[in-house]
C-alpha cells in the first residue's frame, strides 16, 4: 500500500486518502467524529459504501466505539456535498438519540 493510501472499510478497495471520507475517534474522549486526531477509519465517497457500513455498523467495529446518528447524517451530508446525484437520502431526518 502507497503511504498516501487508505483501505475502505466497507468495499476494502485502497484509495488516496484525500478521496476517502475520515471518521475519528479522538483521544481521550473517545468521542467519534468527523475530524481530529485518533484512531480513524476511511470510507469511499460512495452511497454503497457508506450503507453498508451503517447497515454492518462496520465504523463502530473498526473503532470499537459507539457511532452516532449524527455522524453518518454529516456523512451523507458529505456525499450529497460532494456528488449532487444524490436525491432519496433526503427524506433520512436527523435521528436524535439522548445519552452520548
Ligand atoms: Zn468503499
Given at each position: 500500500?502507497?503511504?498516501?493510501?487508505?483501505?475502505?472499510?466497507?468495499?476494502?478497495?485502497?484509495?488516496p486518502k484525500?478521496?476517502?471520507?475520515?471518521?475519528v475517534?479522538?483521544?481521550?474522549?473517545?468521542?467519534?467524529?468527523?475530524?481530529?486526531m485518533g484512531r480513524?477509519?476511511?470510507?469511499?465517497?460512495?452511497?454503497?459504501?457508506?450503507?453498508?457500513?451503517?447497515?454492518?455498523d462496520?465504523?463502530?467495529?473498526?473503532?470499537?466505539?459507539?457511532?452516532?446518528?449524527?455522524?453518518?447524517?454529516?456523512?451523507w451530508?458529505?456525499?450529497?456535498a460532494?456528488?449532487?446525484?444524490?436525491?432519496s437520502?433526503?427524506?433520512?431526518?436527523s435521528?436524535?438519540?439522548?445519552?452520548?
Amino acid at each position: 500500500m502507497q503511504p498516501n493510501y487508505r483501505r475502505c472499510v466497507s468495499c476494502r478497495q485502497v484509495a488516496p486518502k484525500a478521496d476517502l471520507l475520515r471518521i475519528v475517534r479522538v483521544f481521550p474522549s473517545r468521542a467519534v467524529q468527523l475530524d481530529g486526531m485518533g484512531r480513524s477509519v476511511y470510507l469511499c465517497r460512495k452511497p454503497t459504501c457508506l450503507e453498508l457500513a451503517q447497515k454492518k455498523d462496520r465504523l463502530g467495529r473498526s473503532l470499537k466505539a459507539v457511532v452516532p446518528p449524527e455522524i453518518y447524517h454529516g456523512l451523507w451530508q458529505h456525499l450529497s456535498a460532494s456528488d449532487t446525484i444524490v436525491g432519496s437520502t433526503a427524506s433520512k431526518g436527523s435521528v436524535v438519540e439522548s445519552g452520548k
